[in-house]
Structures are given as C-alpha cells and as structure tokens.
C-alpha cells in the first residue's frame, strides 16, 4: 500500500532511530528510580529487533513478497515500543524469554562448537597466508637480486694491448 521505498524509510525512522534515540536518553538521565525499568525495556527491545532481523534474513524471500508485508513490519516495531501497549514487555516475557531459557544450554554448546571451528578455520587461513607470504617475498628477493646480477657491467678486462 504505502510502497517499498516508503515503507523502508518509515521503518528506519520508526524502528531503529527513533528507538535508539529513546535509548540514548534514557541511557544518559540521571533518574536513578526510572533507569532500571527504562533501561530493561530498551534492552528487551534491541534483542527483539535483533532477532526478527536474523529471521528476517533468513526468512524474507518466503513472506516479503505478501501484500503489506512492510506495513506489517513498521506496525511490529511500533507495536514494541509504543509505551501503552508495552508490546516489548509481553512479547518478550510470553515468548522469547521462556523458548530461549528451554534451549540455552543446547545453544550455548552450538555457539562453543561453532567458535571453535571458526578459531581453527582463523588459524588455518593464517597460516596459509603467512606461507604464501613468505613464498611470495622470497620469490620477490630472488627476482630482484638476479635483476641486479644481470644488469650489473660486467668486470672490466684488461686489454694486452694496453699492456705492451
């Protein structure tokens, strides 16, 4: 309906600026009694917003091409922080909060198993490249000093005729 361009704009303003500036300046008040509250609110919306944004990664090209699926969107994100719908509240304390504290040990282990392999596939790649560097500047040094023995004169010959 309000068109892709449109859509996205809005979305941008209404749920990423807008919400982050709200965070600023609750992060920066000196309201010691309204902080924590604050503070856990925004907090349990950036993991909200966090998370549909991976899913929506994954999952856009199933659902994006539904109509109104971007004014579905801006209106979620509004919905998360509107202050009388407290949207972040129910959807993170229903939902998210009890599905995540079912599976965080299993996804801690996924997480450990998958830095693991990406600390040894960091180390291979380091040490393949450290290789090919040395090989590369060798090759280099060999290259430029027998440029230099090629292009030096060679040693000057004494002519016997000059001799006699």
């Known amino acids: 309906m309000l068109g892709t361009f449109l859509?996205?704009?809005?979305?941008?303003?209404?749920?990423?600026?807008?919400?982050?500036?709200?965070?600023?300046?609750?992060?920066?008040?000196?309201?010691?009694e309204t902080d924590r509250k604050d503070l856990l609110l925004w907090c349990q919306?950036?993991?909200?917003?966090?998370?549909?944004?991976?899913?929506?990664?994954?999952?856009?090209?199933?659902?994006?091409?539904?109509?109104?699926?971007?004014?579905?969107?801006l209106a979620l994100f509004i919905y998360l922080w509107y202050p009388r719908r407290k949207g972040t509240v129910y959807i993170y304390n229903n939902f998210f909060r009890p599905y995540l504290a079912n599976y965080e040990t299993e996804i801690d282990r996924i997480l450990l198993e998958l830095w693991n392999g990406v600390g040894k596939f960091a180390v291979q790649i380091w040490q393949k490249a450290a290789t090919y560097g040395q090989t590369t500047f060798?090759?280099?040094?060999?290259?430029?000093?027998?440029?230099?023995?090629?292009?030096?004169p060679p040693p000057a010959q004494v002519s016997s005729d000059k001799q006699e």
């Open 7 to 32: 859509s996205s704009a809005l979305l941008m303003v209404f749920g990423y600026a807008y919400p982050a500036y709200e965070c600023f300046k609750t992060v920066h008040r000196n309201e010691p």
């Open 45 to 73: 919306y950036w993991i909200l917003v966090a998370m549909l944004t991976v899913c929506e990664r994954v999952g856009d090209a199933l659902i994006s091409w539904l109509p109104s699926y971007g004014e579905a969107k």
């Open 138 to 152: 060798f090759q280099i040094l060999l290259y430029v000093s027998s440029q230099s023995a090629s292009s030096s």
